[in-house]
């Protein structure tokens, strides 16, 4: 499959738990069905983010441009 409206500006996309999650320099996360691309989800989190995602213990992280640090739950709902 191919990612037609998720993209990720600085970051780079990450694989967890059966799904690929996006975030771009807007701070919008995408997350996709792994096997399938369907998306999940595609909502703003707390600011700008031009880090990497990572993900430990059932959670991804994103570090935003400010500062901040948006955790959410990993899986197909959106989930702060």
């Given at each position: 499959?191919?990612?037609?409206?998720?993209?990720?500006?600085?970051?780079?996309?990450?694989?967890?738990?059966?799904?690929?999650?996006f975030v771009n320099a807007a701070g919008i996360?995408?997350?996709?069905?792994?096997?399938?691309?369907?998306?999940?989800?595609?909502?703003?989190?707390d600011g700008p983010c031009w880090a990497s995602?990572?993900?430990?213990?059932?959670?991804?992280?994103f570090f935003g441009k400010n500062g901040t640090?948006?955790?959410?739950?990993?899986?197909?709902?959106?989930?702060?």
């Amino acid at each position: 499959w191919k990612a037609e409206k998720a993209t990720a500006g600085f970051a780079s996309p990450l694989a967890h738990g059966g799904h690929a999650y996006f975030v771009n320099a807007a701070g919008i996360v995408s997350c996709l069905d792994v096997k399938t691309g369907e998306e999940r989800y595609a909502k703003r989190i707390d600011g700008p983010c031009w880090a990497s995602p990572i993900a430990a213990a059932g959670r991804v992280y994103f570090f935003g441009k400010n500062g901040t640090t948006t955790v959410l739950k990993a899986g197909a709902t959106f989930e702060k």
